[in-house]
């Protein structure tokens, strides 16, 4: 069964935005606090971005106002607004649950270059 489905990377100038998608299997979506996760070659997956079931969210100091993570229960999705893109912000973008419970998606790729 798929419970991650990534979509919304794609090639960006600096300074540009993305809007990345994940759509949950709905028995996560409904039951977990969840998270963003970028990867980079070489380095350990970490997060970016988290939203509680309730609401709440948390940023990675380095995506702080740039970043915005949203959560919609009519479709079982979330969001993660990339705003000022910078070169730093390249890499593979997964989502889980915030304690990365579950397997992994094929994640999305971003690529902030000129």
């Known amino acids: 069964q798929v419970q991650f489905v990534e979509s919304g990377g794609g090639l960006v100038q600096p300074g540009g935005s993305l809007r990345l998608s994940c759509t949950v299997s709905e028995s996560i979506f409904r039951a977990y606090n969840l998270g963003w996760f970028r990867q980079e070659p070489g380095i350990q997956r970490e997060l970016v971005a988290r939203?509680?079931?309730?609401?709440?969210?948390g940023y990675a100091d380095f995506v702080k106002g740039r970043f915005t993570v949203s959560r919609d229960f009519a479709k079982n999705t979330i969001y993660l607004q990339m705003n000022s893109l910078k070169p730093s912000d390249t890499g593979v973008y997964y989502c889980?649950?915030?304690?990365?419970?579950?397997?992994w998606g094929q994640g999305t790729q971003v690529t902030v270059s000129s």
């Open positions: 939203i509680g079931i309730e609401g709440s969210r």
């Open positions: 889980n649950s915030e304690s990365r419970h579950f397997n």
